[in-house]
């Protein structure tokens, strides 16, 4: 699977919009991106995941660059329970697993 | 509610002291996966489950067993822990993806093990 590059922290205020930056330079045209996150030693959640075109559900939207080597989730309202750490992941469709690098810790201020 | 579950949660024990983690999932998922998650590494995954009676290995199988018997259940034996194994471990379940499809993996609450 194709690596990605996130940004280790970043802080949002609480009620703006927390846009999470993705680098996936290498990733190739079968391989969608893939957005979870966890709270505090809590499972992984799915927020979204798309191929080329940009995504929405009630959680989040998520952003591809029409290159496809970076993406944006974006929360647009964020709230204290969004603090987490969000993880970027390139994967082909199939059973491969899930490749989970170090995340962007995002903390929401108050 | 639709959930994958775990147990124990917690657990301290002895090198060398067979032990089991049992997953359990209620949403007929036929693929389903253990992860273990230490600081610095990220997520791993162990074993993987593509249906009743097939598993595969991970990334890092070495020290784990698993087992498919029923669709629901994905337990996870330790048959001989060593310190190197005490870490936050997380069961995975999902619908199969194929060509051209990716279903959302759902995981469990997490079993922190600890191995003195």
């Known amino acids: 699977d194709a690596k990605t590059t996130q940004p280790p922290s970043m802080d949002c205020a609480e009620g703006r919009a927390a846009n999470l930056p993705c680098n996936h330079s290498?990733?190739?045209?079968?391989?969608?991106v893939y957005w979870y996150r966890q709270i505090h030693s809590q499972g992984p959640q799915y927020i979204i995941h798309?191929?080329?075109n940009n995504e929405t559900n009630e959680m989040a939207s998520l952003i591809i660059t029409e290159d496809r080597k970076s993406s944006t989730l974006i929360l647009p309202h964020a709230t204290l329970r969004d603090t987490a750490v969000y993880y970027c992941?390139?994967?082909?469709?199939?059973?491969?697993?899930?490749?989970f690098g170090k995340g962007t810790r995002l903390s929401v201020i108050a | 509610e639709a959930q994958v579950t775990q147990n124990p949660r917690y657990l301290i024990t002895v090198t060398g002291k067979k032990l089991t983690v049992t997953c359990s999932q209620n949403?007929?998922?036929?693929?389903m996966s253990w992860y273990r998650q230490d600081p610095g590494l990220g997520l791993r995954q162990i074993y993987y489950?593509?249906?009743?009676?097939?598993?595969d290995k991970g990334d890092v199988p070495e020290g784990y067993k698993v087992s498919r018997k029923e669709k629901r259940n994905f337990p996870l034996i330790l048959e001989s822990p060593s310190p190197n194994q005490t870490s936050l471990y997380f069961c995975?379940?999902?619908?199969?993806?194929?060509?051209?499809?990716?279903?959302?993996?759902?995981f469990g609450p997490g079993t922190r093990l600890t191995v003195t």
């Open positions: 995975a379940s999902s619908f199969p993806s194929g060509a051209g499809n990716l279903y959302e993996q759902y």
């Open positions: 290498t990733i190739s045209g079968n391989e969608y």
């Open positions: 798309g191929l080329k």
């Open positions: 992941i390139v994967r082909v469709s199939g059973n491969t697993p899930l490749v």
């Open positions: 949403m007929n998922h036929e693929y």
């Open positions: 489950s593509m249906n009743v009676e097939v598993t």
